[in-house]
């Protein structure tokens, strides 16, 4: 990748689907998973949010259903009670 992670990048048009170094997840302090299970939707690139795991990174899962990825959380929200708050 050529490090160039901007917010648009990463958030306005899906992180998980095109734009986004996928080796990058490896060194991630904490991955959220919102309504998106990578351990069935892109297995091939578990290894990286695994290796991103044991290095320490906190995993948190927003579905309304409890995954296999959430199972690996350390955070799960159930999506219908999950609400934002401003502060």
Not at 54 to 67: K, S, V
């Amino acid at each position: 990748g050529n490090g160039n992670y901007n917010m648009p990048r990463l958030f306005g048009y899906g992180a998980w689907l095109r734009g986004n170094d996928w080796r990058s997840v490896r060194d991630a302090k904490n991955l959220v998973f919102w309504a998106f299970n990578p351990t069935d939707s892109t297995t091939i690139r578990m290894r990286w949010v695994m290796d991103a795991k044991e290095r320490g990174a906190r995993f948190i899962t927003i579905d309304p259903t409890y995954t296999t990825i959430a199972s690996k959380s350390d955070d799960f929200y159930e999506a219908s009670v999950v609400c934002v708050t401003r502060g």
